[in-house]
């Protein structure tokens, strides 16, 4: 009897879990950086997106991600939608490659968040030189290193939470 409590305990709802860690993410991308430190900024909201879309598929799907980047393009001013499309193609393209796999390591999610944040970057960059919006290209993929470096403690922190 006992291990089954354990094993119950073990698969809790991760709903508060979700909610904290949008919290801090919020607070982090909206923590005053110095502005050659801020370039450098970690995409934190797209990192939680793609953990829970591929760790907790039945949780957050593609309207989790299109609610988080309609919240960070409040959050941060920017065009109203342009976070949330591009949320949404990126994580319903994870999702959909990894449909077939039913097990995914931490180096296949790692990957697959690396790839997630190129694509990411990039869709930005497409919808803003499409949108005439003035902004610096050198300054634009300086979060893709310091977003690919951060995974790993994001992970480490919410696997808890990983069916």
């Known amino acids: 009897?006992?291990?089954a409590r354990l094993k119950s305990k073990s698969h809790q709802d991760p709903l508060f879990a979700i909610i904290v860690s949008v919290i801090v993410a919020s607070v982090l991308i909206v923590y005053p950086l110095s502005y050659g430190l801020?370039?450098?900024r970690p995409e934190y909201m797209l990192l939680l997106v793609m953990f829970w879309v591929l760790c907790q598929p039945t949780w957050c799907g593609v309207w989790f991600a299109f609610a988080m980047g309609?919240?960070?393009d409040l959050l941060v001013g920017s065009p109203l939608g342009l976070n949330a499309l591009s949320f949404v193609i990126v994580s319903?393209?994870?999702?959909?490659?990894?449909r077939e796999k039913r097990i995914l390591t931490f180096v296949?999610?790692?990957?697959?968040v690396s790839l997630a944040t190129l694509a990411h970057l990039l869709l930005q960059w497409l919808m803003q030189v499409m949108g005439g919006i003035d902004f610096a290209l050198a300054r634009h993929w300086q979060p893709l290193p310091t977003t690919i470096a951060v995974?790993?403690?994001?992970?480490?922190?919410?696997?808890r939470w990983r069916i």
């Open 92 to 98: 319903f393209v994870a999702r959909f490659f990894i």
């Open 108 to 112: 296949h999610i790692w990957v697959i």
């Open 38 to 40: 801020s370039a450098w």
């Open 70 to 72: 309609m919240f960070v």
């Open 151 to 159: 995974f790993p403690l994001v992970y480490y922190v919410l696997k």
């Open 1 to 3: 009897m006992p291990l």
